[in-house]
């Protein structure tokens, strides 16, 4: 896949006492940045469950952090598939400020359709693997 990048700046309330972001906020962002990702293939959630019947939980996410970010830092965000097997793939994620490289994580998704039964685990399209490249 090409590579995905978007951008957040970070708000005073995205910050803990000692002035620097507050970890849970990462996670956060990693989720958004892979929905503004979906949403560039045109594939929202909505159109996601659709178009396939299917959604995209998490299975395991990490991240290593490398510099803290403070109010007012300008994170750009990079997002690619890195790996993909039958059931799941592996987004890598990349958040710079600058120069400074903040930190490094995964999300693992795995590919689940819904139905009347609930939710259960399927093979990834063919087609939703070359919309994401």
């Excluded at 929202?44 to 299917?54: S, V």
């Excluded at 996410?61 to 300008?74: H, I, N, Q, S, T």
């Excluded at 903040?102 to 998704?109: F, N, T, V, Y």
Aim: glycine content about 10%; some cysteine; overall charge negative.
């Amino acid at each position: 896949m090409s590579l995905f990048t978007t951008s957040y700046t970070v708000e005073w309330g995205d910050c803990d006492e000692a002035g620097i972001v507050f970890y849970p906020n990462y996670f956060y962002w990693l989720d958004c940045t892979f929905q503004r990702l979906l949403r560039g293939c045109g594939l929202g959630q909505r159109q996601l469950q659709a178009r396939f019947g299917a959604v995209t939980p998490l299975v395991d996410v990490g991240l290593k952090f490398r510099a803290p970010a403070r109010y007012d830092d300008v994170l750009s965000v990079s997002a690619t598939v890195s790996d993909w097997q039958e059931r799941r793939f592996r987004i890598a994620y990349r958040l710079t400020c600058g120069e400074t490289l903040i930190a490094e994580g995964h999300e693992l998704r795995a590919w689940a359709v819904l139905s009347d039964a609930g939710i259960r685990g399927a093979a990834v399209p063919d087609e939703f693997r070359s919309m994401l490249g």
